[in-house]
């Protein structure tokens, strides 16, 4: 009994500690409202760290893609959004849930440029 206990102990210890992979509808906003590129985000997290990439497409149809990479603490995202065929530098965006945090809200700023990401789970 003790050793069921214990290995059943294990797996939790184990699963909760692995990776897992998520994928977001992401529209980008422009600080006036107007959409500026829709798309998918593909992450995979491990512990606080998260890792991924971009497929966006920009309101002129040209495709975007980014890299993703950064954390997750207390539920709140925290992303460089880096190499963007955009030509964008120092993109970093906080991310914070909403809607049973299904939906991630937040500002990006990319030097003195800000736009707005809204992020669903998919």
């Known amino acids: 009994m003790i050793k069921l206990a214990l290995t ?3 797996a939790v210890v184990a699963f909760s500690a692995s990776a897992y992979a ?3 509808s ?3 906003i422009a600080t006036s409202g107007i959409k500026r590129a829709n798309g998918t985000w593909t992450v995979t997290a491990e512990g606080d ?7 966006m497409q920009l309101d002129n149809g040209t495709p975007q893609t980014y890299k993703i990479d950064g ?3 207390g539920g709140v995202y925290t992303l460089n ?3 963007r065929t955009d030509g964008k530098k120092d993109c970093v965006w ?5 809607e049973g945090a299904k939906v991630y809200n937040g500002d990006v700023t ?3 440029e800000k736009f707005s990401i809204r992020a669903g789970v998919q």
């Open 71 to 73: 954390k997750i603490e």
């Open 49 to 55: 760290k998260v890792s991924g990439k971009a497929e």
């Open 110 to 112: 990319c030097g003195s």
């Open 22 to 24: 998520a994928g977001f």
């Open 81 to 83: 959004l880096t190499d």
């Open 26 to 28: 992401v529209t980008e």
């Open 8 to 10: 059943t102990a294990a």
């Open 94 to 98: 906080v991310g914070k849930p909403n």
